[in-house]
């Protein structure tokens, strides 16, 4: 394992996925009494888990076909195009 790798998509990520829609509703599930921390944190991790292995194959998969230059910036594209909605909407 790359650790360099390792720690610059871990780094991204933790960052990305500070203070998004998806550990503000994990927050709410565990602050239900009803539901048990562990099912949640369990069930939380496995969404994430699953995800992110559909992420990496269709990634994989497209970098097949497409350039990963040609991924990044459509990627960026996006990023600049909800950023900039999010602003005028938000």
């Given at each position: 394992?790359?650790?360099k790798?390792f720690?610059l998509?871990?780094?991204?990520?933790?960052?990305?996925?500070?203070?998004?829609k998806t550990?503000l509703?994990?927050?709410?599930y565990?602050?239900?009494?009803?539901m048990?921390r562990?099912?949640?944190?369990?069930a939380?991790a496995?969404?994430?888990?699953?995800a992110t292995?559909?992420?990496?194959?269709?990634?994989a998969?497209?970098?097949?076909?497409?350039?990963?230059?040609h991924?990044q910036?459509?990627a960026g594209i996006?990023?600049?195009?909800?950023?900039g909605?999010?602003?005028l909407?938000?």
């Open positions: 394992m790359d650790l790798t720690a998509v871990f780094g991204t990520i933790f960052v990305a996925e500070l203070g998004d550990q509703a994990t927050m709410l565990a602050a239900d009494g009803r048990g562990l099912n949640v944190f369990a939380a496995l969404a994430l888990i699953v292995a559909l992420n990496v194959t269709v990634g998969l497209l970098s097949q076909y497409v350039s990963v230059r991924l910036v459509v996006g990023f600049i195009v909800i950023g909605w999010t602003l909407h938000g």
